[in-house]
T-cell receptor, first 109, second 112 residues
């Protein structure tokens, strides 16, 4: 059983469309991170969310942490081909780190 | 400031053999973590090292072992390789108490 469940697994959209991907857990966590991983590369941190209800924006990306701190979402506005990649959510529990299985996003020009 | 570098980038081994993967941490980072990423999956935490001691371990058997050196570089050793060990192995470094992890580009291991 995965500690973090991500949905959808795959998403293929046209340039200019909006999209939302989700990260859910049955457990409450103190903070959560979102990473993006491009083929042949390691994941790169996008954002860390800490407070329930928190919303953070990174250009066209909007990250939200659920009020109960058990879920998070990533919304991309006007997606571009450069947004293509694997989006991973991750949490740290003491000295262990857990990643979701990711959402593979393909933005077609 | 240099980033996290891993070597080799690709490796092919035979079932039953042993392998050593290497990681050079980002300057100023004293914590290193290793992950296994199977095709189409998210990274799975193997273990973390801090000041040359193992400081957290995921659900991996003892044939996965590691070392961290005084210069904070690190090795991942896998004995008695199995076909299911085929994966991308990622190393990440971070300053302790900082939750951000900086990843290397990974080593792609294929076991045949």
């Amino acid at each position: 059983t995965q500690l973090l469940e991500q949905s959808p697994q795959f998403l293929s959209i046209q340039e200019g469309e909006n999209l939302t991907v989700y990260c859910n857990s049955s457990s409450v966590f103190s903070s959560l991170q979102w990473y993006r991983q491009e083929p042949g590369e390691g994941p790169v941190l996008l954002v860390t969310v800490v407070t329930g209800g928190e919303v953070k924006k990174l250009k066209r990306l909007t990250f939200q942490f659920g009020d109960a701190r058990k879920d998070s979402s990533l919304h991309i506005t006007a997606a571009q081909p450069g947004d293509t990649g694997l989006y991973l959510c991750a949490l740290r529990n003491f000295n262990k780190f857990y990643f979701g299985s990711g959402t593979k996003l393909n933005v077609k020009p | 400031e240099t980033g996290v570098t891993q070597s080799p980038t690709h490796l092919i081994k035979t079932r039953g053999q042993q392998v050593t993967l290497r990681c050079s941490s980002q300057s100023g980072h004293n914590t290193v973590s290793w992950y296994q990423q199977a095709l189409g999956q998210g990274p799975q935490f193997i273990f973390q090292y801090y000041r040359e001691e193992e400081n957290g371990r995921g659900n991996f058997p003892p044939r996965f072992s590691g070392l961290q050196f005084p210069n904070y570089s690190s090795e991942l050793n896998v004995n008695a390789l199995e076909l299911d060990d085929s994966a991308l192995y990622l190393c990440a470094s971070s300053p302790i108490f900082n939750t951000e992890a900086f990843f290397g580009q990974g080593t792609r291991l294929t076991v045949v």
